[in-house]
């Protein structure tokens, strides 16, 4: 008798293996939301990969997640404080690096990013996708001076990606996406001079790059409200992403 059929559907994504894939989450200041999104990922999907690229943080980011990965083994911290170049780019590229498993996802460390999505991206995986994009189908909280900046960045990120003649995504500007790891790090090694290492906006990066065959698949979602702290977006950022425009 096959028992599995009484467990319910909610139930059934803990059950299938998610060690295959590593969680990248570039952090600065992190501390209050990361307790509880490491109990979700826990809760959700108990033997994935986590490597929290850690950019400097000065308020016990560092030390939650190495006391936590005392106790969870599949928990890394990457501590990028002594580093000479610092941005949310360099960040993930150094975890992407580091990962050691088959596929990676990029998400942030303040919960804007579902991580019930997860396993939607796991499912593209094992239909072979090489990239994967969360696009925001709805945002909450943004005023309407951040929805502007996102729509004119947007555009005009699209409007580079046609002049290279690049597959152009719905929501080029995602911070929630995911990837073959040994695909992506054999493009990086390729391509280092053409990321601009300080942006926010590394799927940008990865945009203007990818080669235009790869099998791209994307996943809607409601980008929601950070749970606590505050955004990290200044001026260095918005003119690092202008430089990305043209490199």
């Known amino acids: 008798?096959?028992?599995?059929?009484?467990?319910p559907y909610k139930d059934k994504s803990s059950l299938r293996?998610?060690?295959d894939i590593t969680l990248i989450i570039p952090t600065l200041n992190e501390a209050e939301n990361l307790p509880l999104l490491f109990g979700l990922l826990k809760?959700?999907?108990p033997d994935i990969k986590v490597?929290?690229?850690d950019d400097g943080s000065n308020d016990g980011t560092k030390d939650i997640t190495e006391k936590i990965s005392k106790e969870n083994k599949n928990i890394q911290l990457i501590n990028r404080s002594k580093k000479k170049i610092?941005?949310?780019c360099i960040s993930v590229i150094d975890a992407i690096f580091e990962t050691k498993t088959e596929n990676f996802i990029v998400m942030d460390g303040d919960l804007q990013?579902?991580?019930e999505k997860i396993k939607e991206f796991k499912e593209s995986f094992d239909k072979n996708y090489s990239l994967i994009i969360g696009t925001r189908e709805k945002i909450k909280g943004w005023e309407f001076k951040r929805k502007v900046m996102s729509y004119v960045a947007s555009l005009l990120g699209k409007i580079s990606l046609f002049f290279r003649r690049k597959k152009i995504p719905k929501d080029i500007l995602s911070g929630f996406f995911g990837g073959k790891t040994s695909l992506f790090q054999k493009i990086i090694n390729k391509n280092l001079n053409k990321f601009e290492f300080e942006s926010y906006k590394i799927l940008f990066d990865?945009?203007?790059?990818l080669p235009n065959k790869i099998e791209t698949k994307e996943i809607p979602y409601i980008f929601g409200i950070r749970k606590k702290g505050l955004s990290k977006i200044n001026k260095k950022h918005i003119i690092a992403f202008i430089k990305a425009l043209f490199k």
């Open 1 to 7: 008798m096959n028992h599995q059929k009484n467990i």
């Open 17 to 19: 293996p998610f060690n």
């Open 43 to 45: 809760k959700l999907y």
């Open 51 to 53: 490597i929290i690229s």
């Open 86 to 88: 610092h941005g949310i």
């Open 113 to 115: 990013h579902p991580p």
């Open 206 to 209: 990865f945009l203007k790059i």
